[in-house]
């Protein structure tokens, strides 16, 4: 069914699922290549912008996540139950999104109404990028579907180099000769080469070396 929909959800999703194995709870307060955001905080907006993006596929209006902006992603608000919870409302949004139904009228999110088409391929955006965020953030490997890639390429060169406010930063310079992860998170606004700051390793106790 997914060859029928433009974008098919199931390997960004797949991969954050696999990523959220490797977070430790010493990652939680880990900035990120979001300023301001710590690990913690953006698994917070993973698990509510998995909700919106559902209900947006849904076409369900009236709810939270659609009708208005989301709440500033926070690590005080990040759900206890975040292990188990955020895997199953992921796979909710790929099965959403596997609707040619989807993809067809107007989608609401965030407060803002848009064609089905570029709202999916918002949400793939939003699921590509906060992906390599985390994987960036808690330094594992991180690969994205060259054929996801390509739209978000295309969709993100159609904005306003200076971004889009609560949505895409400034266009980061890239090579366009690069490949195509690095030039889509470039026009996303980010650089591509951002690192977490080196962790102090832990003090050796003095009894440890006696």
């Keep these: 069914m997914a060859d029928r929909v433009p974008l098919d959800f ?117 699921l590509i990028m906060h992906g390599w965020d985390l994987a960036r953030a808690t330094e594992q490997d991180y690969a994205a579907d060259p054929r996801a890639l390509e739209v978000l390429i295309e969709f993100l060169g159609q904005g306003p180099a200076d971004g889009t406010p609560g949505l895409f930063g400034p266009r980061f310079p890239v090579d366009p000769e690069e490949d195509l992860l690095p030039r889509a998170i470039g026009l996303a606004g980010r650089d591509p080469s951002w690192r977490p700051p080196r962790r102090r390793p832990v003090p050796t106790s003095a009894a440890t070396l006696d």
């Design 10 to 126: 199931e390997p960004p999703v797949r991969q954050i699922r696999a990523l959220l194995l490797g977070v430790d709870d010493r990652d939680l307060a880990a900035p990120t290549p979001c300023p301001g955001w710590p690990v913690a905080a953006l698994l917070d907006h993973l698990m509510g912008l998995s909700v919106a993006f559902t209900m947006a596929a849904r076409k369900r209006a009236g709810v939270p996540g659609t009708d208005g902006p989301p709440p500033q992603p926070s690590a005080d608000h990040l759900s206890p139950q975040w292990r188990s919870r955020l895997p199953v409302l992921l796979a909710d949004l790929s099965i959403a999104w596997r609707d040619p139904g989807a993809w067809t009228g107007t989608a609401q999110a965030g407060g803002v109404t848009l064609p089905a088409t570029a709202m999916g391929a918002v949400a793939m955006n939003e």
